[in-house]
T-cell receptor, first 113, second 116 residues
Framework: GPKVLQIPSHQIIDMGQMVTLNCDPV?????FYWYKQILGQQMEFLVN????????KSKLFKDQFSVERPDGSYFTLKIQPTALEDSAVYFC???????????FGPGTRLLVL | GDSVTQTEGQVTVSESKSLIINCTYS????????LFWYVRYPGEGLQLLLK?????QKGSSRGFEATYNKETTSFHLQKASVQESDSAVYYC?????????????FGKGTLLTVTP
């Protein structure tokens, strides 16, 4: 089936640094999502993005978070500055249309020290 | 808010035996919930196993079945005879078909281990 790629698979950074997580969505998809999963907890919705804009974000999507997809390339999640509680696995997803099946990437495991 | 509760932790089943993973949902905001089962096989990303968007309907895929029961707010996953290749983490999820945007609410996941 359609593949979503995420780069890097793992990232370790010091608290206060900036990090960018990259997602290569399915090529013709129009809707993009980020989810966060803290160890031992469920995957939780962060944000969805369409036509260059954030459509909806959850309370987990702090002011330090931002998303963009410049020129149709990677869909990115940037955290600046990072905090200890940002340590989690971040999953990217994409869908062709709003209510279509979401296809997920394998996740980026972020560890903030 | 919205929440999904599923069989917690790990389930171990012998090959060729039957399986049920329980899932119940709760929502205060979604008029017409859509229900999903996703699966993550070892080393792979999350992938859709089955989905049902209409209450009372049953979804099926790869020998798995789940029926959307609005009365009991449940969407249990069942399989009559599991195989070792079914070993994976299974996630129940709730979506909103009528909302202006579309996000999924997930359960914590259930690790299925099928033993030979």
């Amino acid at each position: 089936g359609p593949k979503v790629l995420q780069i890097p698979s793992h990232q370790i950074i010091d608290m206060g640094q900036m990090v960018t997580l990259n997602c290569d969505p399915v090529s013709n998809h129009l809707y993009f999502y980020w989810y966060k999963q803290i160890l031992g907890q469920q995957m939780e919705f962060l944000v969805n993005f369409y036509n260059g804009k954030v459509m909806e974000k959850s309370k987990l999507f702090k002011d330090q978070f931002s998303v963009e997809r410049p020129d149709g390339s990677y869909f990115t999640l940037k955290i600046q500055p990072t905090a200890l509680e940002d340590s989690a696995v971040y999953f990217c997803a994409s869908s062709l249309v709003k209510q279509d099946t979401q296809y997920f990437g394998p996740g980026t495991r972020l560890l903030v020290l | 808010g919205d929440s999904v509760t599923q069989t917690e932790g790990q389930v171990t089943v012998s090959e060729s035996k039957s399986l049920i993973i329980n899932c119940t949902y709760s929502t205060t905001s979604i008029a017409y919930p859509n229900l999903f089962w996703y699966v993550r096989y070892p080393g792979e990303g999350l992938q859709l196993l089955l989905k049902v968007i209409t209450a009372g309907q049953k979804g099926s895929s790869r020998g798995f079945e789940a029926t959307y029961n609005k009365e009991t707010t449940s969407f249990h996953l069942q399989k009559a005879s599991v195989q070792e290749s079914d070993s994976a983490v299974y996630y129940c999820a709730l979506g909103d078909s009528g909302g202006s945007n579309y996000k999924l609410t997930f359960g914590k996941g259930t690790l299925l281990t099928v033993t030979p």
